[in-house]
């Protein structure tokens, strides 16, 4: 991992609209602890030497100054040993659901790329606080990704590529999940449906 794949992550998330402006952030795992966004920064004009290094405590590795949210991306590095990259968002249609205090529930198999049968929503508290990176641990174990009340997404993968994509995913079946609600009440699927769809995911677009 370098700061050059944190920097495209951000930039791609931004040109995705999935960040836009300050708000928002991602991060690496490095030996260290990992190297992230700095407060206040934007995606267009953040480079590699502009990304604050620092430990899973918190400690300053280099001079720039660290995302706010540096704790909620140390528990859920803790939490979920394969994750690697990390990005938060506060995207539109993952805000509005977030900001539901509500799941997003099994309408859709895909909600099965993020390793169960819902994305689990942590309830509200102030940003940047220990509180909420706990929250976030807990609503993403087991997990790659979890909605954040009243807040935004943050999502995991081992991939900067990965972690983009997933990024993308959620954010459009959180639009989808919202533009059925609106036109009726969306048939969830059962257990065994979800079950059936893990199946088939096994040899999906394998020889």
């Not at 528990?75 to 249609?93: E, K, R």
């Not at 508290?125 to 909420?132: I, M």
């Amino acid at each position: 991992m370098t700061g050059d794949d944190v920097v495209w992550l951000y930039r791609a998330a931004a040109a995705e609209k999935l960040i836009v402006g300050t708000p928002g952030n991602v991060s690496g795992r490095t030996a260290e602890g990992m190297l992230i966004s700095a407060t206040g920064s934007t995606p267009e004009h953040t480079t590699a030497d502009d990304l604050a290094r620092v430990t899973m405590q918190g400690a300053a590795l280099n001079q720039n100054r660290r995302s706010s949210e540096w704790a909620m991306h140390a528990a859920v590095y803790a939490t979920c040993p394969t994750v690697n990259f990390i990005i938060h968002t506060h995207a539109d249609a993952a805000t509005a659901l977030a900001c539901l205090n509500e799941r997003l529930p099994p309408f859709h198999y895909m909600v099965l790329k993020f390793g169960g049968d819902d994305v689990r929503c942590a309830r509200y508290v102030a940003f940047g606080t220990q509180a909420l990176a706990d929250l976030a641990a807990v609503a993403i174990n087991g997990r790659t990704a979890c909605l954040l009340a009243n807040h935004g997404m943050i999502v995991g993968a081992p991939t900067a590529k990965q972690a983009f994509d997933d990024a993308v995913l959620l954010e459009t079946l959180c639009r989808q999940y919202l533009m059925a609600r609106a036109a009726g009440t969306p048939r969830l699927l059962s257990k065994e449906e979800m079950q059936a769809a893990r199946e088939r995911f096994r040899t999906y677009g394998k020889s």
